[in-house]
Each structure stands twice: as structure tokens, then as C-alpha cells.
Nanobody, 119 residues
Framework: QVQMRESGGGLVQAGGSLRLSCASS????????VGWFRQAPGKEREFVAR????????SYADSVKGRFTISRDNAKNTVYLNMNRLKPEDTAVYYC????????????WGQGTQVTVSS
């Protein structure tokens, strides 16, 4: 079973930047896409961004469009989330998960990485 591991979270001031990484434990040609999600205290988990592993097509939540960029390095089995112009409302635990060919939904969720944006 592939394991996804997030890293790169931390404390940053509003307007600052962070880059999150999502590394899979092994190459998996069966992964069709990787998504980033976040969950703030007292709120439900919400979609942030997604990238396909072939072709690199991307999609974003409206709340992060123009500020966040998702990218991938297939040679490193890693997906990145570059976050710019961070806002206090971006504070959350950020998770990544995989989409597999032939399966619905996201799977193999990581443990998450905390992002805190101070005002």
C-alpha cells in the first residue's frame, strides 16, 4: 500500500509563502491524480487543489486560485503546493491523498501538516 507523507508546514505571517510537499512511499503507475485538502478547527475538510500525474492538468478551489500553485515531480514521486499571499483563513491542517485509476474517490491519506498564518 502506498503511503503519502506531507511536509513543509509551519507558522508564517499573513502575506507570506510556504511550500508543502506530498511524497508517496513508492512509485505507483496506478495513481492518476493527487489532491490537497485542508481542515481548519471546527470545520469540515475541504478541497484545495488537484493535479493529474500524466499531463499535469490542475484544478483549484476558488478560495486559493491565483495564490496557490500545485505541481509535480514524477521522478521524485512528489507533489508540491506552493502557497503565496497567505491569509489567516488559510490556517488549517493540510492533507494529500491519491486518486487511483479505476477507483472512485481519494485514498491513502497522509497524516497532515499544520499551516498557521498569523495576522
Amino acid at each position: 500500500q502506498v503511503q503519502m507523507r506531507e511536509s513543509g508546514g509551519g507558522l508564517v505571517q499573513a502575506g507570506g509563502s510556504l511550500r508543502l510537499s506530498c511524497a508517496s512511499s513508492e512509485p505507483s503507475p496506478s495513481i492518476s491524480a493527487v489532491g490537497w485538502f485542508r481542515q481548519a478547527p471546527g470545520k469540515e475538510r475541504e478541497f484545495v487543489a488537484r493535479i493529474s500525474t500524466r499531463g499535469g492538468s490542475t484544478s483549484y478551489a476558488d478560495s486559493v486560485k491565483g495564490r496557490f500553485t500545485i505541481s509535480r515531480d514524477n521522478a521524485k514521486n512528489t507533489v508540491y503546493l506552493n502557497m503565496n499571499r497567505l491569509k489567516p483563513e488559510d490556517t488549517a491542517v493540510y492533507y494529500c491523498a491519491a486518486v487511483y485509476y479505476g477507483r472512485n474517490g481519494y485514498h491513502d491519506w497522509g497524516q497532515g501538516t499544520q499551516v498557521t498564518v498569523s495576522s
